[in-house]
């Protein structure tokens, strides 16, 4: 798992049965400190996360299983909200 913040949405009217019903919102990995790191991922969103806020990303298999739909074509799925971070250095 990792953290993430949330850029942006997808809209996709065509695409894999398994995702039919999935909210996609973009993704960008953050550092221990918040800062935006690596690329933009697209990943499925499990709790109603909006734009700008931070997010638990799972991935791999850990994301869909925790999607309930393991047989999916995705690879990242928001698996919660932080409200807090607290580093201690």
């Known amino acids: 798992m990792y953290l993430a913040k ?16 999935c909210k996609l919102l973009l993704t960008q990995r953050l550092d221990e400190h918040g800062a935006k790191i690596g690329g933009v991922e697209i990943a499925i969103d499990n709790v109603g996360a909006g734009s700008g806020e ?31 971070l607290e580093v201690a250095d």
């Open 6 to 21: 949330v850029v942006g949405t997808v809209v996709s009217t065509q695409k894999d049965e398994h995702l039919v019903g």
């Open 54 to 84: 931070v997010v638990i990303v799972a991935s791999g298999s850990a994301a869909r299983q925790a999607s309930g739909r393991s047989q999916g074509p995705f690879d990242a799925t928001i698996v919660g909200i932080v409200d807090t």
